[in-house]
């Protein structure tokens, strides 16, 4: 308690190992919020959590809230998840796949996501997991970060393809991307041009300092 009140003053660091897939793993309390961070971003709660609620909003909570099933692609501490469950009452099940065992432990410890009904957590790479599941989806939230870089499967055809046959009609995907220079712009731009008009994408620059969101709805 004391350490959360201190964090209104200066952050205070809690915890802090070494991850192969993250370059390091920081717990911190920064005015008076636990929040979860790689070497050189923030990657729950904090400006993250701010990023893919804004996402959400755009996508409507009321809409939201009808949802039945969710695909959370990159779980780290769980902040969308408990956005999705506290924020907007979406009773949906959720599946939320990492890679990152350590990071799943932190969650657990740290952010209890272990205590949030109808959420199945899937220890796998989000890759090879979409080729596995056998569901579908009304809402799959893409938010694969190995620090600041983004694989490059999230941008290849054969995921986008097998994303989308994953996506229940009248179904959205939040894709969270980082835009650091004019190669993230460019790779940004040709992930545009790959949506034909069964869908609608709708491009969200600079939603905090780097981000840049889309959102894509199947219309048929
Ligand atoms: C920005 S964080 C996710 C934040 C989370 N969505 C939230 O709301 O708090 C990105 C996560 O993607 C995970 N990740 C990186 N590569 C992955 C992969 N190939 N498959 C699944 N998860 C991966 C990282 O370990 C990290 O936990």
């Known amino acids: 308690m004391f350490q959360k009140l201190l964090s209104y003053i200066l952050p205070i660091n ?8 993250n370059k390091s793993i920081e717990i911190t309390w920064n005015k ?12 729950s709660y904090g400006s993250l959590q701010r990023t893919l609620k804004k996402g959400l909003r755009l996508i409507g909570f009321e809409r939201i809230k009808n949802f039945e099933t969710v695909l959370v692609l990159g779980v780290a501490g769980g902040s969308v998840i408990k956005t999705i469950r506290n924020e907007i009452k979406c009773k949906a099940h959720i599946t939320g796949v990492e890679l990152d065992k350590k990071i799943l432990e932190i969650a657990n410890r740290y952010f209890k ?11 796998d790479d989000a890759f090879e997991f979409v080729f596995k599941t056998k569901q579908t989806y009304d809402l799959i939230i893409i938010d694969v970060f190995q620090d600041t870089v983004m694989p490059n499967f999230l ?15 009248n179904g959205f995907i939040l894709f969270n991307t ?6 993230d712009q ?7 041009s790959k949506f034909n008009n069964q869908f609608s994408l709708r491009l969200y620059p600079k939603i905090e ?3 840049e969101l889309f959102t894509i709805k199947k219309l048929f």
């Open 186 to 192: 460019e790779r940004n731009n040709l992930y545009r």
């Open 155 to 169: 941008f290849e055809d054969f995921f986008i393809e097998r994303i989308n046959g994953l996506l229940n009609l």
């Open 14 to 21: 809690i915890y802090k190992q070494n991850s192969a897939l």
């Open 209 to 211: 300092d780097h981000n």
């Open 178 to 183: 980082m835009v650091l220079n004019d190669k």
């Open 113 to 123: 996501i272990n205590e949030i009904g109808n959420l199945e957590i899937v220890h």
């Open 32 to 43: 008076g919020q636990l929040v979860l961070d790689s070497k050189n971003t923030n990657y």
